[in-house]
């Protein structure tokens, strides 16, 4: 589209404040009828950016009202076969807002296009997904007995499984201070440590226990390890949320190697060595460490030969095929999350420009120039609802064709045939 696709016409100045620019939500267009404005919070964005204040507003409703004020809109068709709009209004004799309204429609009039959209799977797999529900469950369950229902940190979740949780009356905590007997604990995916699990034994709480399978096994064979006498190497990072529980089983035995050069630090004399892959490293990262740790001990071992988290490196090649296969690619999520900059680097070693999206007004016309296809991948700090609304107001420039990508591993049983 171009300015000359942008049209002025008289609408009512009811509402309407000089100095700000109002922006519909929905409006009756003489040619179409009325019109929904998906894209109004990105004109909304490029107006506050711009320094001038916003008013959000539905103007399907014209009735016995006196024409004052004057729109820009355009419209453009929708992947459904309807038709979206988009606009802004200024004041009557407002000429600066009516000024900024008209610059930021052509501006995003001049990027409106049908485009493709390629959608990542979710960050969240499924131990954390299989923790989510069934704190939900315990939660719905005593919601209305005396009992408290506490979830341990970290608690990694979809934000809209917090605020369900937060319904029901559960609380999110570190540690077990202030439950009484009879209370209800709620493990996470990540696990807990020994003693924290002992405490809340002596403490006479009912425990679910939440613990992703794959943790657990890594948690069992460390202290298995460790009972053999073993020095036990955990492939992975010092911070992430599984690290403390596996070596609290192991106290004194173990090593946390996130670099080839960590594994320099072992002494086999103090007792073979045996390897674990932290639920949550991914393979690849994990390899090089892995192959320095077996040129430096021939005889290690690894402590779980067959339990391998492989969701972290179907997620890493998700994002990457999503932008390999994308002109731009949207990270969804909080920009000081060191969660969405690492899905940010994995589109950028594609070769493919990504940008971080906190809110929906962070998109910008710029962004959208000569882009074709837009993949986008949700971070796991991303807010409630976001990704839908990304999609909802990119829905508003034209035509969106949406699909989704996932990358799976599967586990084969038996021969292979």
Not at 189 to 206: M, N, P, S, Y
Not at 254 to 280: C, D, F, H, N, R
């Amino acid at each position: 589209m171009s300015r000359a696709d942008v049209r002025e016409l008289p609408v009512p100045s009811i509402g309407m404040q000089r100095g700000e620019v109002l922006v519909p939500t929905h409006v009756g267009d003489p040619v179409h009828g009325l019109l929904s404005c998906p894209a109004a919070p990105l004109v909304a964005g490029s107006l506050r950016a711009r320094g001038r204040p916003v008013q959000l507003a539905d103007l399907s409703d014209e009735a016995s009202a006196d024409f004052d004020a004057r729109m820009y809109l355009v419209t453009c068709p929708r992947e459904d076969g309807g038709t979206a709009a988009f606009a802004a209004a200024a004041a009557p004799g407002d000429a600066l807002s009516a000024a900024a309204a008209r610059t930021v429609i052509e501006e995003w009039a001049a990027v409106c296009a049908n485009r493709s959209l390629l959608l990542s799977a979710t960050p969240w797999c499924s131990g954390a997904l299989h923790a989510a529900s069934a704190a939900s469950k315990a939660a719905a369950e005593h919601q209305n007995t005396e009992r408290r229902v506490c979830v341990l940190t970290p608690a990694a979740m979809p934000p809209e499984t917090a605020a369900e949780l937060a319904g029901l009356g559960a609380t999110v905590a570190d540690s077990l201070e202030g439950l009484e007997p009879g209370d209800v604990v709620v493990f996470p995916a990540h696990g807990v440590t020994a003693q924290l699990r002992a405490d809340a034994a002596r403490r006479e709480l009912v425990v679910v226990d939440a613990t992703c399978p794959i943790v657990a096994a890594a948690q069992e064979a460390a202290a298995r390890a460790a009972d053999r006498g073993h020095q036990i190497v955990l492939v992975g990072q010092p911070e992430q949320a599984a690290t403390i529980p596996i070596v609290s089983l192991a106290p004194g035995r173990v090593t946390v190697a996130e670099t080839p050069a960590k594994t320099a630090g072992i002494s086999a004399a103090q007792g073979p060595v045996s390897y674990l892959l932290e639920p949550g490293f991914s393979v690849e990262a994990g390899a090089p460490i892995l192959s320095a740790l077996r040129s430096r001990y021939p005889a290690a071992r690894p402590a779980v030969p067959a339990e391998v988290c492989y969701a972290p490196s179907d997620r890493a090649g998700t994002i990457y095929s999503v932008a390999l296969g994308s002109d731009l690619m949207l990270v969804v999520g909080d920009p000081q999350s060191s969660d969405a900059r690492y899905a940010c680097g994995i589109a950028r070693d594609a070769g493919t420009k990504a940008q971080l999206i906190g809110n929906v007004e962070d998109i910008k016309p710029a962004m959208l120039a000569s882009v074709n296809t837009i993949g986008m991948a949700e971070s796991t700090s991303a807010a409630a609802g976001l990704a839908a609304r990304v999609l909802d107001a990119l829905s508003g420039l034209g035509r969106l064709t949406i699909a989704r990508r996932r990358l799976s591993t599967e586990k084969a049983t038996g021969a292979l045939g």
